[in-house]
């Protein structure tokens, strides 16, 4: 049962991910890439990872997507590919060369054993905040910094300068 | 229950996908969602051996993960807002000026 339904999501997945890579149109692209992330949030599901299958429609598929269709809404010129490639070579390498890099990466997974944890609890959610306040409290606070830093970058971007 | 390794191959095809569209497409919105699709496989990556070894430690690195995209992605899409406010068009072809 739970094998069927990775097969039918990884499909899914997979499926959208191509579609977001072959359609023209980046509004497409845009919903398949929203479909992708369900289905990861779904195998977050199963990898009993609650707060980050919520957080992934929530943060990913809600915020960050609505973000990108808006820009693409307000980019319409920019909305389809026009004229010819100036880089037709490496149009027709990439299928070879992503190929050659998915099979490595598989030969080096294939090769992985994963040894368990001493001691160690599965994830829910009281874990991951304990975790986040104790062993990772810094890079929390880093991070606190870096959206700060992206708030202010991306408004002065933004802002229109006077001529 | 599913084993660890097919997750992982499915999270390799995954960023393989997304390596192809950032080297095949030239529209800069298209190619930041493919990166977008990169970082997830990555981030399924995390959980599955997380889940594997039973520890959390890969759930947390997955919410970095998560707020460092939302921070590129905003900055990102001002940088795009801004280049086409100077150019009219965002083709990355475009934008050769810094190459050699």
Redesign the interface.
């Given at each position: 049962m739970e094998a069927l339904l990775f097969a039918v999501v990884a499909l899914g997945a997979i499926a959208s991910a191509i579609g977001l890579v072959v359609r023209p149109n980046p509004l497409h692209g845009a919903l398949f890439l929203v479909g992708n992330l369900f289905c990861v949030a779904v195998l977050y599901l199963m990898l009993r990872a609650e707060f980050l299958a919520l957080a992934q429609v929530i943060v990913y598929a809600g915020a960050i997507m609505v973000l990108f269709i808006f820009a693409i809404m307000l980019l319409i010129p920019g909305k389809t590919e026009i004229g010819p490639d100036p880089l037709r070579g490496q149009r027709r390498l990439a299928l070879p060369l992503g190929g050659a890099l998915g099979l490595i990466v598989v030969l080096v997974i294939a090769r992985i054993g994963v040894a368990p944890a001493p001691g160690g609890t599965d994830g829910g959610i009281g874990t991951i905040g304990r975790l986040l306040f104790t062993d990772y409290l810094v890079p929390f606070e880093i991070t606190s910094i870096l959206l700060l830093a992206a708030l202010v970058g991306a408004l002065t971007l933004a802002k229109r300068r006077a001529p | 229950?599913?084993p660890?390794?097919?997750?992982?191959?499915?999270s390799?095809?995954?960023?393989?996908?997304?390596?192809?569209?950032v080297?095949?497409?030239?529209?800069?919105?298209?190619i930041?969602?493919?990166i977008?699709?990169m970082l997830?496989a990555a981030?399924?990556a995390f959980?599955?051996?997380?889940?594997?070894?039973?520890?959390?430690?890969?759930?947390?690195i997955?919410?970095?993960v998560?707020?460092?995209?939302?921070?590129?992605?905003?900055?990102g899409?001002?940088?795009?807002?801004?280049i086409?406010?100077a150019r009219?068009?965002?083709?990355v072809?475009d934008l050769s000026l810094l190459r050699w």
């Open positions: - | 229950m599913v660890p390794v097919y997750y992982a191959a499915l390799a095809v995954l960023f393989t996908i997304g390596v192809i569209g080297i095949v497409r030239r529209n800069p919105l298209v930041f969602m493919a977008e699709l997830n981030n399924l959980v599955a051996f997380g889940h594997a070894r039973g520890a959390a430690d890969g759930q947390v997955v919410f970095f998560m707020t460092v995209a939302a921070a590129e992605v905003a900055v899409l001002a940088i795009m807002v801004a086409f406010r009219y068009r965002i083709n072809d």
